[in-house]
Structure formats: C-alpha cells, structure tokens
C-alpha cells in the first residue's frame, strides 16, 4: 500500500463516501438494462451539448447558449445517476475503496485507455483520409479536437457505467441452517 492508501479516511471521505452510496435513485440503475440506458443517453446528451456549445463558440449563436443552460441540468442528474451505480468508483479517493473497487477502478482505466486509442487512431485515419482527399481538415481541428478531449475525460465514466456489476443480493439470515453433527 502506498502512502496516500494508508491515510485514515477524512471527514470528506466519509461524506463523499455517504453521497456516492445513496440509495434514492437506485431505481433508476437497479438493472443492467437500465445502467446501459442511462450511459447512452448520457452519450446523447453529451453529443448535443458538444454540438450546441461548438454553435455558440464558433457560430456565436445566442440560442445555442440557452440550449446548453437547458442541457445542463439533465446531463448533471444522469451522470449523478451514473456515478450512483458505480458507487464512485472514479470520484472516491483511493483510501476510501477497497481492494475489489482499486481493482475495478484499474480495469475501468484500462478499458477506456484502450477504447480512447482505438477512437483516436479512427480519428486520425478519417483525418488524413480527408486530407489525402484535398478536402479542408483545419477548419474541423478545433472541433474535433474539443470532441475528442470531452470524450477522453468521460470514457471511464461510461466504460465503468456499461461494465459494473449488478448488486449481490442481500443473504438473509433466517435462511442460513446449521449443519447437523
């Protein structure tokens, strides 16, 4: 263990730890078909915030502004959402999980550096592709660019959210028959 995992756990750890482990939504994650529902309207709501924003950016569009403070609050309640049903497994610091969750939270990191190099290489194909083409490639480096480093900072977010485990069941005890000698 390194030093930082051997620290006892502050007051924000436990409350971050108490915030991540609310049990108020679960229902909106209870399944693995509702987890995956959830990253992909996340995905979507993701895509159309990058769009609108690069609208108000590089188009200098007003209502493009006012789609993105709408966007806002959904996008904020399904990463909530999802977050919930990895327990913050991404947002806890190390000390705060457990053997299993630093596992999990390496294989997470793994899958998505690995899901990243696959988008980036498409990326870069598609990019001298076009260019080999005579087609304009500077005037999509900024956008695509911005596309890619949004994607890059919430693949974990999403690769944890298609890939976690469904809840054990909970063992009752009144089930539990001692052996007879």
């Given amino acids: 263990m390194t030093a930082a995992e051997q620290r006892p756990l502050t007051n924000y750890d436990r409350w971050m730890h108490r915030l991540m482990n609310r049990q108020e939504g679960a229902s909106f994650h ?4 509702r987890r995956r529902a959830m990253v992909a ?12 924003w690069l609208f108000s950016v590089v188009g200098d569009e007003r209502w493009a502004t006012f789609t993105l ?3 806002l609050l959904p996008w904020c309640f399904v990463t909530g959402v999802i977050n919930s049903s990895i327990r913050g497994l991404l947002d806890l610091r190390v000390r705060a999980l457990d053997e299993r969750q630093r596992a ?5 990191a793994a899958m998505a550096q690995r899901v990243m190099l696959w988008l980036l290489l ?3 194909v598609a ?7 005579g087609l304009d490639v500077e005037g999509f480096l900024f956008p695509v660019l911005f596309a890619v480093f949004v994607v890059h900072w919430l693949m974990p977010l999403w690769v944890a959210g298609l890939t976690v485990a469904d ?5 009752p005890v009144d089930e539990w028959v001692p052996a007879e000698d």
Avoid: F, I, N, Q
Wanted: hydrophobic share 55%.
């Fill in 69 to 71: 403070l709408g966007l």
């Fill in 167 to 171: 809840e054990p069941a909970d063992d």
């Fill in 127 to 133: 990019a001298g592709a076009a260019a080999l083409k």
């Fill in 30 to 33: 209870a399944t693995a078909t």
């Fill in 122 to 124: 498409a990326v870069t």
């Fill in 104 to 108: 999990e939270r390496s294989r997470v």
């Fill in 41 to 52: 309207l996340h995905m979507t709501l993701t895509a159309v915030a990058v769009t609108v």
